[in-house]
């Protein structure tokens, strides 16, 4: 582990790092980045289901936080601060991904070109993104901010600025759409 | 207890927590729809949860830092740019009221009777001016014919 993220995964709580960086402490935000690449880029994923856009997201969400931190109010936890601007900026994504595939998908039916894959690691976690996929990017969020990120419903709410309710609904709609997908799914003797 | 309810009380259960359980397994036990919910959500969850996504790209925090070190291109102030575009809307609301109340010359037209007693050879539109009179002359000058 580098230095830096040892920093950032020891004591200096995410405020601090924030204060840190507003200060001029030039490896504050390097630490806040180690400290929730993986989270960011796990949940850009679940949304737009291909790894170089989650990467592409990754790069553009750390570059809009780093020009939005003055605006930051310490009123919230900065990992829910951070999550709002990830899902927001992945959704927006998603959408303009969406237009894109459909493009490339009519281009590959005319014969005049490859559609791409989005193949990524084990068969078994590909079949539950392609299930994820099914999901309207709203319900891929939730469904990652979820199981992914563990995020209990009250912190789903403060992220997506949603009531629990609606939290609860979006999460049975999405089991809804997935049920089907998922039924032949076996997670062991997959691997 | 009725459907809505019981699928809002699944998140609980599933989160652990607190429900009033007999009602709960009540409304399990006494709905068709609702019975296998608690368990198809239980193992979806369990499949999600397991799933693995791909790691986040090494070479990320690099290509962060070089979009940081680019200068920002210069942006024009937010104020400016709402004075400007005040300015100019002031401006188009002003020459928009002052061509509605400018004075216009005031064009209409009359039927002019051309019965065959008026000796006019046919009924015709005829301007009419401000100035009725005026109009009407010229009207008698253009289609008065055999007089």
Do not use: A, T, V
């Given at each position: 582990m580098s230095e830096r993220a040892e920093r950032a995964d020891g004591g200096a709580d995410d405020a601090t790092w924030v204060r840190r960086h507003l200060e001029g402490d030039p490896d504050a935000f390097r630490a806040l980045y180690e400290k929730y690449r993986e989270k960011v880029f796990a949940s850009a994923y679940r949304i737009v289901g291909e790894s170089h856009a989650a990467a592409d997201l990754v790069q553009e969400i750390f570059v809009k936080i780093h020009g939005e931190l003055?605006?930051?109010?310490?009123?919230?936890?900065f990992s829910t601060w951070l999550f709002r601007v990830a899902v927001n900026h992945a959704l927006n994504k998603a959408s303009e991904l969406a237009r894109h595939a459909r493009i490339r998908e009519r281009i590959a039916r005319d014969g005049r070109g490859d559609p791409g894959g989005t193949r990524e690691g084990r068969p078994v976690d590909d079949e539950v993104q392609r299930a994820i996929q099914a999901l309207s990017p709203k319900l891929r969020a939730i469904v990652g901010l979820r199981?992914?990120?563990?995020?209990s419903y009250e912190e789903i709410a403060e992220v997506l600025e949603i009531s629990i309710g609606t939290v609860k609904s979006r999460l049975f709609l999405a089991h809804e759409t997935l049920r089907p997908l998922l039924r032949n799914v076996t997670l062991e003797g997959k691997e | 207890m009725n459907c809505e309810t019981y699928r809002d009380r699944v998140f609980d259960v599933l989160a652990g927590r607190p429900v009033d359980r007999p009602t709960f397994d009540g409304h399990r036990s006494s709905c068709a729809s609702c019975a296998g919910l608690l368990e198809g959500i239980s193992e979806n969850e369990r499949i999600l949860s397991g799933a693995r996504v791909p790691a986040a790209p090494a070479d990320l925090w690099p290509r962060i830092a070089a979009a940081l070190a680019r200068p920002v291109p210069a942006r024009r102030p937010r104020g400016l740019v709402f004075a400007a575009a005040a300015a100019a809307l002031l401006a188009a609301g002003v020459v928009f009221f002052s061509a509605a109340r400018a004075p216009r010359p005031s064009l209409d037209v009359a039927i002019v009777d051309a019965s065959p007693d008026s000796g006019r050879a046919f009924t015709a539109l005829v301007p009419r001016y401000e100035d009725v009179d005026a109009g009407l002359a010229l009207a008698d000058t253009l289609f008065r014919f055999g007089d």
């Open positions: 003055r605006s930051f109010k310490f009123e919230s936890r199981y992914l990120e563990g995020l | -």
